[in-house]
């Protein structure tokens, strides 16, 4: 089944055992979030919450958070996840985006006054969150000066019928776009997207210089169909469930936060612009879409899809069997590398490599075959079995990290650890490690 929108995907989770629905009444308060987070937690199935409480639309949680899911997005092999995003990440392969005249969303529209964006189902997370936030909107943009398009994610605090506070982080295209203009003070048009197909918010995780949406064609192999917005001039995905126009004021500020980070803490209140909403568009029958703030779909989509591939390059400069993970546990500080051992010093450089490939990777362990990458108790097995602190492990003091590492100061500069957890086998001789083969367990227990 191919995927093409939202709709379609839905369809695909489906046929895939891969969507859970819940037909029982949840509160957007807390519980939506609860059990969206313990279904991703399990890997069980990304979530459809037919009925909300004070919702006259379904919602669904949970689109890609992991590699299993994200393979389902865009039709391949878990094991091929890293190569099709590296291949889409390469410039030369972006495919343009399609202008077109009529959009899903243009089924309904409120402009002006009639504008009430407390009618929309914005859940309230983390119970450390500051009120209701969307997290799941992509921000499409425009840069005045050369037309390039960017989308993004940002969290917006829902502050009364018509305003939202916009997050905007140092070093992000939508805050360039907005400083390089004659008066970075004035107000700037964007358009927020809801209920996407599942490329255009992988796409959307990426940082870099390049209009977002060509990846997205890129990961489709066909062109993203764009529509222009009914009060911005921005060219916004035209099968999405859910549209709102409007303008960031950097000159008016508010307290916005704080919201569950993907560090795992709640980040702080900012004093954040905001946006005035000039428009609301949607389907008929539109189904809302969240991202679980602080949380596996949150890390997957920011730090593990757009990192593994040039991670994998780097690593695989040194050895080019060796295998690499940013596990979600780890939020994007953590990678793990997979060797046949052979030089006692090659884990160390291969740690050395992982560390530069991208800042934000402070910690990496480096481990055998016959441990599972993909399991947190075989790695911390390694950890505590094949471990001498002493001499296994290194660290870098004063290496740039990301400005956000709760380890770092405020300018990300922390310390890097490396460590060697392979098995040691010219210090000391064991025999082969315990394992029992994993059974079906039904047939012992009648
Ligand atoms: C789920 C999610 C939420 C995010 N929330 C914010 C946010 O609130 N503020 C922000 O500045 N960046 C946030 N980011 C990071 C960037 O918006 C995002 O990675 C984007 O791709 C920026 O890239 P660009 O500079 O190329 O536009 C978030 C990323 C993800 C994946």
Same mark, same amino acid.
């Not at 921000?139 to 506070?165: A, C, E, H, I, Q």
């Not at 360039?176 to 927020?192: G, I, K, Q, S």
């Not at 549209?243 to 560090?263: D, Q």
């Not at 290496?399 to 490396?418: C, F, N, V, W, Y």
């Given at each position: 089944? !191919?995927?093409?929108?939202?709709? +379609? =995907? ?10 859970? @629905?819940?037909? @029982?009444?949840?509160?957007? +308060? #807390? ?6 987070? !313990? ?26 958070? !992991? $590699?299993? /899911? ?11 996840? &890293? ?27 409120? +402009? ?12 309230? #997370? ?18 005045? *000066? ?9 969290? %917006?605090?829902? %502050? ?20 390089? /203009? ?18 255009? %918010?992988?796409?959307?995780? *990426? ?45 008016? /500020? ?8 993907? $560090?795992?803490? $709640?980040?702080?209140?900012?004093? !954040? ?14 189904? =809302? ?27 695989? #400069? ?39 490939? #991208?800042?934000?990777?402070?910690? *990496? ?30 660290? &870098?003091?004063?290496?740039?990290? $990301?400005? %956000?590492?709760? +380890?770092?100061?405020? @300018? ?17 001789? =064991? ?12 047939? =012992?227990?009648?």
């Amino acid at each position: 089944m !191919s995927v093409a929108d939202l709709r +379609t =995907y839905l369809a695909a989770l489906d046929a895939a055992g891969q969507l859970v @629905r819940i037909g @029982r009444e949840v509160s957007p +308060t #807390h519980e939506l979030a609860d059990v969206a987070a !313990s279904l991703a937690r399990n890997d069980v199935g990304a979530a459809l919450f037919e009925n909300v409480t004070g919702s006259p639309w379904p919602i669904f949680a949970g689109a890609v958070t !992991s $590699h299993r /899911r994200a393979a389902i997005a865009l039709g391949c092999e878990p094991s091929e996840i &890293v190569e099709r995003m590296g291949e889409a990440l390469e410039p030369a392969n972006g495919v343009s985006t399609v202008p077109v005249d009529t959009a899903a969303w243009h089924d309904n529209c409120v +402009t002006g006054d009639e504008v009430d964006v407390s009618q929309l189902p914005v859940p309230t #997370h983390s119970r450390g969150d500051g009120g209701a936030f969307i997290t799941g909107a992509v921000t499409v943009t425009k840069d005045p *000066v050369s037309g390039r398009g960017n989308l993004s994610y940002n969290r %917006m605090l829902r %502050m009364d019928d018509r305003t939202f506070g916009f997050n905007l982080n140092e070093w992000r295209d939508v805050g360039t776009f907005m400083r390089n /203009r004659p008066d970075p003070e004035a107000p700037y048009p964007v358009a927020l997207a809801i209920g996407l197909d599942p490329a255009i %918010m992988i796409a959307a995780g *990426v940082r870099t210089t390049v209009d977002e949406l060509l990846i997205a064609g890129a990961l489709r192999g066909q062109g993203v169909e764009v529509c222009r917005g009914v009060t911005v001039d921005i060219d916004i995905p035209a099968a999405a469930e859910i549209v709102l126009e409007g303008e960031i004021r950097p000159a008016e /500020r508010a307290p916005e936060g704080p919201l569950a980070e993907f $560090h795992g803490y $709640h980040g702080e209140a900012w004093n !954040s612009p905001t946006l005035a909403i000039t428009a609301v568009s949607w389907r008929d029958d539109p189904v =809302y879409q969240t991202i679980i703030p602080g949380w596996y779909e949150h890390i997957y989509l920011g730090n593990i899809l757009p990192r593994e591939p040039l991670l994998r390059r780097f690593i695989r #400069h040194l050895d080019p069997a060796a295998d690499v993970r940013i596990p979600p546990y780890g939020n994007g500080f953590l990678a793990v590398i997979q060797i046949d051992r052979d030089n006692p010093g090659t884990p160390k450089n291969l740690a050395m490599a992982a560390m530069t490939a #991208h800042i934000n990777i402070r910690n *990496v362990i480096v481990v055998d075959r016959d441990i599972d990458i993909d399991d947190a108790a075989e790695i911390t097995w390694a950890l505590t079995n094949r471990v001498d602190w002493a001499t296994d492990t290194f660290t &870098v003091p004063g290496a740039q990290g $990301h400005e %956000m590492d709760p +380890t770092a100061d405020t @300018r990300g500069i922390s310390t890097k650890l490396g460590v060697d957890a392979t098995y040691k086998r010219e210090r000391r001789e =064991y025999g082969e490690r315990v394992a029992y083969p994993a059974i079906d367990l039904g047939p =012992y227990l009648t």
